[in-house]
């Protein structure tokens, strides 16, 4: 099953954030996204033609977001948004944060 089939799993901590090594591997499904230097967040920007097109963008994120009740942290302007993700209940990466990712590009 592709990432983007997928639907994120209530995370409730307790559980170890992946390895550098493991974000690297799924990386490579998110085309664009980015590791933090200290592996423990994804990023990626996105460029559009206005303020409206990039306030869309945001809005169809935030529907995404609340659907997979996984929510990014997202900063925009105009013709630009920033989009980070990771779990915070473990203080880094887990498969929920590929999957919104994976989400987001398709919606793209
Ligand atoms: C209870 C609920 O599922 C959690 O608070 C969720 C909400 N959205 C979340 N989003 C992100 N990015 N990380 C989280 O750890 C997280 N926790």
């Given at each position: 099953?592709?990432?983007?089939?997928?639907?994120?799993?209530?995370?409730?901590?307790?559980?170890?954030?992946?390895?550098?090594?493991?974000?690297?591997?799924?990386?490579?499904?998110?085309p664009?996204?980015?590791?933090?230097?200290?592996?423990?967040?994804?990023?990626?920007?996105?460029?559009?033609?206005?303020?409206?097109?990039?306030?869309?963008?945001?809005?169809?994120?935030?529907?995404l977001a609340?659907?997979?009740?996984?929510?990014?942290?997202?900063?925009?302007?105009?013709?630009?948004?920033?989009?980070?993700?990771?779990?915070?209940?473990?203080?880094?990466?887990?498969?929920?944060?590929?999957?919104?990712?994976?989400?987001?590009?398709?919606?793209?």
């Amino acid at each position: 099953m592709s990432l983007s089939e997928k639907s994120c799993t209530p995370c409730r901590g307790g559980i170890d954030p992946m390895t550098r090594q493991e974000a690297e591997r799924y990386l490579r499904d998110v085309p664009g996204w980015e590791l933090s230097d200290d592996a423990t967040r994804i990023r990626r920007s996105f460029k559009f033609k206005n303020f409206a097109a990039a306030q869309a963008f945001v809005n169809q994120v935030g529907e995404l977001a609340e659907q997979e009740q996984h929510h990014p942290e997202i900063s925009f302007g105009w013709g630009h948004a920033e989009v980070e993700i990771w779990t915070h209940a473990i203080g880094g990466l887990h498969e929920n944060d590929f999957i919104l990712a994976a989400k987001i590009n398709e919606a793209t």
